[in-house]
């Protein structure tokens, strides 16, 4: 072997490795962004379904103890509903609404996620101004994804319209900036469920007594979760984007 087939096979060797690093540093990358994207969810699920076990010593299930804990609040006039759509506080229908497990259920997951719903009603009650940014933020959002995506989709149609690529660029960032509205509001809300509950219903169920001593620790997990909702809507919303963005690169 003379030194330029040598040099040759050494070049080679080189790339195989830089490329096999790049391939590695790739993977971890993927890796890292689904723990972050898919972690709060998966971890916020698991909490909710390891206490939702029906528990006989608690006297009523999750509905009951919401409408019991707004009418001792002096908020009669807040509805409590079973809801297909997950569990919620809808300020502009006044109303709880929580899943039909945690609705009639009497598990610890059923009763925490009720008091937290309810947490959401007295920050409306109590004119908590987070409360209602997020509330128009979210109708904000709702409008300006559907604008975005009608413009990532009608970036290829105009740009061959018009024929300059200046157009197709504005109305990508125009769609990008719409569609990115959602993930913004998603995490600047946050402190609003964080605020549900460690700030109301945390101390309601503690200093009510609604649940034990021990069941305390679980109960400021379940509320984690409950709060942590959130952040894995944001974090989809997120995903949801590069979902666009892998779409306009083909």
Not at 47 to 54: D, E, H
Not at 115 to 144: C, F, N, S, W
Not at 209 to 225: F, G, H, M, P, V
Request: some cysteine; overall charge positive.
């Amino acid at each position: 072997m003379d030194f330029v087939d040598y040099h040759k096979l050494l070049s080679r060797s080189q790339f195989t490795i830089n490329h096999s690093h790049t391939t590695m540093h790739i993977l971890i990358f993927i890796a890292l962004l689904a723990a972050i994207i898919f972690g709060p969810q998966l971890w916020a699920k698991r909490i909710l379904t390891k206490y939702s076990r029906s528990r006989d010593d608690f006297p009523g299930t999750g509905g009951e103890l919401a409408r019991h804990l707004l009418d001792r609040l002096k908020m009669p006039h807040i509805k409590v509903e079973m809801t297909d759509l997950g569990d919620h506080y809808d300020p502009i229908e006044k109303t709880v609404r929580l899943s039909q497990d945690n609705w009639s259920g009497k598990s610890l997951t059923a009763v925490v996620t009720a008091a937290h719903e309810v947490g959401h009603a007295m920050q409306d009650y109590m004119g908590y101004q987070p409360l209602h940014a997020r509330t128009k933020l979210i109708a904000i959002a709702q409008m300006a994804e559907k604008i975005g995506a009608g413009l990532m989709i009608m970036i290829p149609v105009i740009t061959v319209l018009v024929r300059l690529p200046a157009a197709g660029v504005l109305m990508f960032l125009g769609g990008m900036a719409s569609l990115g509205t959602s993930v913004v509001v998603h995490f600047v809300t946050l402190p609003v469920e964080w605020d549900a509950s460690f700030r109301r219903a945390l101390p309601i169920l503690e200093k009510g007594e609604y649940i034990s001593a021990k069941d305390q620790r679980a109960a400021r997990r379940i509320l984690t979760a409950c709060a942590l909702t959130y952040v894995a809507s944001s974090l989809t919303s997120l995903l949801n984007l590069w979902r666009w963005i892998a779409i306009l690169r083909r």
